[in-house]
C-alpha cells in the first residue's frame, strides 16, 4: 500500500528566510505526487504537481518542489518565506494508473513564521 | 476556485442520529470523494464515486454511506452518528480526463457530536 510520511510536525521559520518542507513517500511504481496549503477554516489549496518529465516543479504562490526517485523524496521548497505562508502543508499521493482512486496524504507540517 | 459547496458548514448533533451531509459541483466532473481530517492523521478517504450510481469504499469508510443520483452530488451519511465521527469532512472533485488530474476541495464541514 501507499504512504506518504512528512517528518516534521512543526517548523518555525523566520520571515524572509528559505524554507524546505520534507516528504517521503512509499509507492511500486512512478507515483503523482502532489503539494496542498491549507489556512485556517480553509480547505486545501493545490500548490504544485508531479507526473513526470522535468523532476523539479515549479508551483503558486513562489513554491517549487523536487521530485528525487532515489531517496522516494518530494520536498517543498521557498526562497523566501512570507507571514502569509504560515498554514498547514500537506504532501499527498497517487495511484498513477489512471483509476478513480483517492489521495493518500501525509499527516501534515505546520509552519510557523516568526517575524 | 473549483465550484464545490459543501453543505452544512457547522453542525452539531447527537450520538444515534442520522447525518447527512451534501457536496454539490458546478463541474461536471466525474470523480467525487469524501475524506474526514482529524489532529495528527492528516486527510484519510471515507468513500468516492467514479459516476452517477457509481462509488466505492475508501480506507476509513465503517460507518458512512453514500449515494450520487446526480452529477452534480454526492451525499454523505452518517446513519447513526458517534462521537468518533467527530470531524471536518472535506468532498473533492477530479475531472475524469486522465488519472493525472488534481483534486480539487472544498472548504470543508465541521461535524461535532455530542
Known amino acids: 500500500a501507499q504512504s506518504v510520511t512528512q517528518p516534521d510536525i512543526h517548523i518555525t521559520v523566520s520571515e524572509g528566510a528559505s524554507l524546505e518542507l520534507r516528504c517521503n513517500y512509499s509507492?511500486?511504481?512512478?507515483?503523482?505526487l502532489f503539494w496542498y496549503v491549507q489556512s485556517p477554516g480553509q480547505g486545501l489549496q493545490l500548490l504544485l504537481k508531479?507526473?513526470?518529465?522535468?523532476?523539479l516543479v515549479q508551483g503558486i504562490k513562489g513554491f517549487e518542489a523536487e521530485f528525487k526517485r532515489s531517496q522516494s523524496s518530494f520536498n517543498l521548497r521557498k526562497p523566501s518565506v512570507h507571514w502569509s505562508d504560515a498554514a498547514e502543508y500537506f504532501c499527498?499521493?497517487?495511484?498513477?494508473?489512471?483509476?478513480?482512486?483517492?489521495?493518500?496524504f501525509g499527516k501534515g507540517t505546520h509552519l510557523i513564521i516568526q517575524p | 476556485d473549483a465550484g464545490i459547496t459543501q453543505s452544512p458548514r457547522h453542525k452539531v448533533t447527537e450520538t444515534g442520529t442520522p447525518v447527512t451531509l451534501r457536496c454539490h459541483q458546478t463541474?461536471?466532473?466525474?470523480?467525487m470523494y469524501w475524506y474526514r481530517q482529524d489532529p495528527g492523521h492528516g486527510l484519510r478517504l471515507i468513500h468516492y464515486s467514479y459516476g452517477v450510481k457509481d462509488t466505492d469504499k475508501g480506507e476509513v469508510s465503517d460507518g458512512y454511506s453514500v449515494s450520487r443520483s446526480k452529477t452534480e452530488d454526492f451525499l454523505l451519511t452518517l446513519e447513526s452518528a458517534t462521537s468518533s465521527q467527530t470531524s471536518v469532512y472535506f468532498c473533492?472533485?477530479?475531472?475524469?480526463?486522465?488519472?493525472?488530474?488534481?483534486?480539487?476541495f472544498g472548504d470543508g464541514t465541521r461535524l461535532s457530536i455530542l
Open positions: 473533492a472533485i477530479r475531472e475524469s480526463t486522465g488519472g493525472n488530474q488534481p483534486q480539487h
Open positions: 508531479y507526473f513526470s518529465g522535468d523532476t
Open positions: 499527498a499521493v497517487c495511484h498513477s494508473g489512471g483509476g478513480a482512486d483517492g489521495l493518500t
Open positions: 463541474e461536471n466532473h466525474r470523480y
Open positions: 509507492y511500486g511504481a512512478t507515483p503523482y
